[in-house]
T-cell receptor, first 116, second 115 residues
C-alpha cells in the first residue's frame, strides 16, 4: 500500500540554522513521483519540487536542497540558513504511475517554526 | 500567472444543509481534483475528474458528495447533507493532464464550518 510518513510533527529552529525535514514513502510501484509542498500560515499549498523515481540526483535551489535515496525510500528536504519566512507546514507527497488519475498521497506534514 | 480560484473562502452552514464549493481551474488544464484537510491534519484526496466524469474517488467520497463541471470554467463539489465531521479546508487542484508526473496547482481553499 502507498504511504508517506513524515515522522517530525514539529520542528523549531532559530534563524540561520539549517534544518532537515524527513520524508519516508512506501510504494509497490517502480515508477512514481515525489513532491514537496509548503503551506504557509495563510493556508494555501505551494508547490516546491517534483522528483521522479528514476532520478536520484540531489537538487539544490537557492537555500533549498533535496536528497532522494531510493535505497531507504526517503526524500528529505533541507533548508539552509533558515529564515522566519520559512515558517510553515511542509508536506511530502507521492504520486504513483499505476493510479488512474494522478492523485497525491500526502504525509502528515511537518510544522517548521523559525524564530528570530 | 494563471491560478486556481475558489469561492467562498469561508462557508458556515448548519448540519444537514447542502453546500456547494466552487472552483475555477486554470483554463488549459484538463484534470481536476478535490482534497480536504481537517484542521491540523494531512491533506486527503477526495476525487479526481476528467472528461466530465470521475476518474477516481477515495473512501471519504461517499454518496453525500458529488462533483460537477456545470460549464466550461467552473468545477464544483457538493455535499448534500453536511455533518459536523465535514468541517475542514477543501482544496481544489488542477493539472494539465492525467500524467502522474504533473504538478497539481492548488487553489487557496474553502474553509467549511458545519455547526
Amino acid at each position: 500500500a502507498q504511504k508517506v510518513t513524515q515522522a517530525q510533527t514539529e520542528i523549531s529552529v532559530v534563524e540561520k540554522e539549517d534544518v532537515t525535514l524527513d520524508c519516508v514513502y512506501e510504494t509497490r510501484d517502480t515508477t512514481y513521483y515525489l513532491f514537496w509542498y509548503k503551506q504557509p500560515p495563510s493556508g494555501e499549498l505551494v508547490f516546491l519540487i517534483r522528483r521522479n523515481s528514476f532520478d536520484e540526483q540531489n537538487e539544490i535551489s537557492g537555500r533549498y536542497s533535496w536528497n532522494f535515496q531510493k535505497s531507504t525510500s526517503s526524500f528529505n528536504f533541507t533548508i539552509t540558513a533558515s529564515q522566519v519566512v520559512d515558517s510553515a507546514v511542509y508536506f511530502c507527497a507521492l504520486s504513483e504511475n499505476n493510479n488512474q488519475g494522478g492523485k497525491l498521497i500526502f504525509g502528515q506534514g511537518t510544522e517548521l517554526s523559525v524564530k528570530p | 500567472e494563471p491560478e486556481v480560484t475558489q469561492t467562498p473562502s469561508h462557508q458556515v452552514t448548519q448540519m444537514g444543509q447542502e453546500v456547494i464549493l466552487r472552483c475555477v481551474p486554470i483554463s488549459n488544464h484538463l484534470y481536476f481534483y478535490w482534497y480536504r484537510q481537517i484542521l491540523g491534519q494531512k491533506v486527503e484526496f477526495l476525487v479526481s475528474f476528467y472528461n466530465n466524469e470521475i476518474s477516481e474517488k477515495s473512501e471519504i467520497f461517499d454518496d453525500q458528495f458529488s462533483v460537477e463541471r456545470p460549464d466550461g470554467s467552473n468545477f464544483t463539489l457538493k455535499i448534500r447533507s453536511t455533518k459536523l465531521e465535514d468541517s475542514a479546508m477543501y482544496f481544489c487542484a488542477s493539472s494539465v493532464s492525467r500524467d502522474f508526473s504533473n504538478e497539481q496547482f492548488f487553489g487557496p481553499g474553502t474553509r467549511l464550518t458545519v455547526l
